[in-house]
């Protein structure tokens, strides 16, 4: 993916053939424009950038311990099923009937106030993409093991577990980032207080945990508690920063896996483990939820750079303000050199946030992390092709095309 992703590079008509003025240049507002010596170094710096991304990738390839290698599998040769198939959140929802309700089920307190933090954000206002996503692959890995068009009893309750863990997750993020809105309202954190929300994001993982522990298969739950160790392993690694340049991608790589990707990589797998017996399956559940899921991040902090807040429902240039360089940061840093030392200092001094994204915006940070994602998407239809032809199948390579053009 890395060379490709190279070969594309050196093509674009829009690639600077050093660096385009940055803040602070003539006719720009902000910081003193760096050395002309540093138009060089912004140019070989794109050189190093093909050694990071292909170390990224072979990290992030190798870091989940339930990884298997693929044996061949013949991918389809049909592209789209006989089957005529509708909007895939529609037709993922035929199995998600009552979903928060049975979540809230799952839930069972009998204390008014912390039964009120744990449902607050379950009042089924979003997509839920998801479960959405789970349900579509646990049909799409059934009709391709034996034509099965049922979604088995536990594999529902994966997708409500998936919901769970997401949500609990979301909770204790806006207590690390001490965030004041989540999906257009107040957090969890604000209403509460932090020693609360801590206590509701536990209760929620206690409740999946129960649920997990119903379905009664080892191997799932070895599956899905990997995921809980991801989401600590990924939030100690965006509390971290590399002084190596060389190593941040990597580093950016491997957090947005374990803090975004995992779940529904994860997820996926589980449910073909329950619907379907061959390895290979397991793979393509797998790697279809892996390369989705870091996609759907990527797009993220596209979005964050390039959406208003009412959009997102949360803060925009959130990341900044929290000192992290996501993906358009680290590609505008080989275009803008001086943004190195505000990465390492995580954006601390009074105008490294405004001018970091002036940098982002002036640079091609935006489209190439853009095309990243859309790398990522096409490695996912690749692998969900190799399944046998249904409405799922279709509607798991649709909502891929759905991750790249989402606004909020």
Known sequence: MAARWWRWWRGCSWRPAARSPGPGSPGCAGPPGPRAAADARAQMSYFNLVKSITSAFRNVYSISRFHHTTPGVCC???????????????????????????????????????????????????KAFRPVIVVLMARACNIHHNNSRDVQAGQRTIALITEMIHTASLVHDDIIDDATSRRGKRTVNKIWGEKKAVLAGDLILSAASIALARIGNTTVISILTQVIEDLVRGEFLQLGSKEDESGRFAHYLEKTFRKTASLIAHSCKAVSVLGCPDPAVHEIAYQYGRNVGIAFQLVDDVLDFTSCSEEMGKPTSADLKLGLATGPVLFACRQFPEMN???????????????????????????????LAQQYCHQAVREISKLRPSPERDALIQLSEIVLTRQK
């Open 76 to 126: 389809c040769s049909k592209t789209q099923s006989d089957e005529k198939y509708s909007d895939p959140f529609k037709l993922g929802w035929r199995d998600l009937k009552g979903l928060y309700e049975d979540i809230k089920k799952e839930l069972l307190i009998s204390t008014t106030e912390l039964k009120e933090m744990s449902e607050y954000h379950f009042d089924g206002k979003g």
């Open 341 to 371: 030392a505000m990465i390492m200092r995580r954006f601390s001094l009074p105008g490294d946030v405004d001018r970091a994204r002036q940098y982002v915006l002036q640079s091609d940070g935006v489209q190439q992390t853009t095309y």
